[in-house]
């Protein structure tokens, strides 16, 4: 998800820069309103995407995996996370 994320992110920040660069030319109200409103798109894409992977990961340990109660699968997912997260952290040093 996160080489997904990043591709999509690039792609549309520097659609989003060549707009608002264009914009700017103009107005440069109109350049700030092309750079917020493509903040929010990417920012909104990215966000739906994580999530969209946090359903599958939801599913996937729901199908596979046998917990005793949904607070031990949350828990277990929660751990999962953590560790995903801290290993590219680990990975820049």
């Known amino acids: 998800t996160s080489i997904m994320c990043g591709w999509i992110g690039m792609r549309i920040a520097v659609f989003t820069n060549v707009r608002t660069t264009h914009q700017c030319w103009k107005n440069l109200s109109a350049g700030f309103d092309v750079a917020i409103q493509g903040g929010c798109v990417m920012g909104l ?4 995407l994580g999530v ?3 359903f599958a990961l ?36």
């Not at 894409?45 to 739906?48: E, R």
């Not at 277990?76 to 590219?88: H, V």
């Open 45 to 48: 894409s990215l966000v739906s």
């Open 52 to 54: 969209l992977a946090l």
């Open 58 to 93: 939801v599913e996937i340990f729901r199908a596979y995996f046998d917990f005793a109660s949904s607070e031990t699968m949350y828990e277990a997912i929660a751990g999962y996370g953590l560790g995903g997260s801290s290993i590219p952290l680990f990975w820049r040093v």
